[in-house]
């Protein structure tokens, strides 16, 4: 399920997520960039990072946040996995920690360290409330007091220049970016990787890529992938398999026949 957040911190978050999966059998979940952050809840039954050589499960901490991910990553699960995820838009994690979001690049951090008892607390309270709404309120007051009295920075070349890559799909070299901002190429690049952790290149990759992936979940399996993949931006189908499967791992044809997803970039098989 997918809700909205309040008015008031839409800004800074895009949605929150609410996830469950069961199976008695270690299952994978693939991760891969939608170009935004995010803090996970997880209640129940924990997330599993990795096995050793022992098969021995490292298990994620209960909450966590992180960055920009540079790369598909499989995290595991078994029994049943409750998840509340708060979905940050691309610059909204930085703003909210008022940390240079290439510090959190490729990094979970778990939620007690970076806001102590605080943090503990959120998700003591987060796991005790049932309903949705009770922890949509609860996480927003939580977050309100977090960003009250801080002052931030001027969002408005990267909030335009972000809605300017959208508009155009991902389709769009970077000269076309400094036209429509009339700020050179370094400071686009540096104020992209302080504010997003991406460049605007790889940012306008995977803006293009769920395109691709939006138009291959609205049409019809048996439709052409290469037909799909060019109304995408994807020249030929070597081309498309080459981009889709750096970053997801997958095939088109392999992420289309997963039967039920939990996101469009949240993969369960």
Request: glycine share 6%; with cysteine; charged share 20%.
């Amino acid at each position: 399920m997918q809700v909205s957040p309040s008015i008031d911190l839409s800004a800074i978050i895009k949605h929150y997520l609410f996830l469950t999966t069961q199976s008695e059998e270690v299952k994978k979940l693939r991760l891969f960039s939608d170009g935004n952050t995010g803090m996970v809840f997880s209640f129940k039954h924990p997330l599993i990072s990795h096995f050793n050589g022992s098969d021995i499960p490292v298990e994620l901490p209960d909450s966590f946040l992180y960055g920009q991910l540079d790369a598909y990553q499989d995290l595991y699960c078994k029994g049943e996995t409750s998840l509340m995820i708060v979905v940050f838009h691309p610059h909204g994690l930085s703003q909210l920690l008022g940390v240079p979001s290439q510090e959190l690049k490729d990094q979970r951090i778990k939620t007690e360290d970076l806001f102590g008892i605080k943090g503990a607390e959120l998700y003591e309270k987060l796991s005790d409330s049932t309903a949705i709404t009770s922890k949509i309120t609860l996480a927003e007051d939580f977050f309100r007091k977090m960003i009250a009295g801080r002052q931030h920075t001027d969002q408005s070349l990267i909030l335009a220049s972000l809605n300017f890559i959208t508009q155009n799909k991902g389709l769009m070299p970077v000269s076309k970016l400094v036209d429509f901002t009339g700020y050179h190429e370094r400071k686009l690049e540096r104020a992209f990787i302080a504010n997003i952790g991406l460049s605007p290149k790889k940012f306008s990759t995977i803006v293009k890529l769920h395109v691709f992936l939006k138009q291959l979940r609205d049409k019809s399996v048996q439709e052409n992938f290469t037909a799909i993949g060019y109304e995408a931006g994807y020249y030929d189908q070597p081309h498309l398999i080459r981009e889709f499967k750096k970053h997801t791992g997958l095939t088109p044809r392999q992420y289309s026949n997963i039967a039920d997803p939990l996101a469009i970039n949240f993969l369960s098989y």
